[in-house]
């Protein structure tokens, strides 16, 4: 069973960073794709970043120029530096990891609260 745990979150000013962390209980390079999602209260949940299969790096465009994912596998955990907090960036961060053996298997962390205000 994979388990995923996030931590670094918190309450921040608007233009102060943060960052989260996301530890995996496997190896995350058997990871298909792993990545960051957030919902912010009465919206969907949407990506904010996310290493695909080939291992390339995706951003939402709300947070490009602003938000870096990295990883260090090593020590099985991703990371999301988040600089130029804006309030909008407000919303439960979430860790994402899906694995493909002969099906498809999503894993979710329970998610980190970052909270953008004055």
């Known amino acids: 069973q994979v388990q995923l745990v996030e931590s670094g979150g918190g309450l921040v000013q608007p233009g102060g960073s943060l960052r989260l962390s996301c530890e995996a209980s496997?190896?995350?390079?058997?990871?298909?794709?792993m990545g960051w999602y957030r919902q912010a209260p009465g919206k969907e949940r949407e990506l904010v970043a996310r290493?695909?299969?080939?291992?390339?790096?995706n951003y939402a465009d709300s947070v490009k120029g602003r938000f870096t994912i990295s990883r260090d596998n090593a020590k099985n955990t991703m990371y999301l530096q988040m600089n130029s907090l804006k309030p909008e960036d407000t919303a439960v961060y979430y860790c994402?990891?899906?694995?493909?053996?002969?099906?498809?298997?999503?894993?979710w962390g329970q998610g980190t609260q970052v909270t953008v205000s004055p």
């Open positions: 994402n990891a899906r694995v493909v053996i002969s099906t498809i298997l999503n894993y």
């Open positions: 290493f695909t299969h080939s291992d390339n790096k």
């Open positions: 496997v190896s995350i390079s058997s990871f298909y794709v």
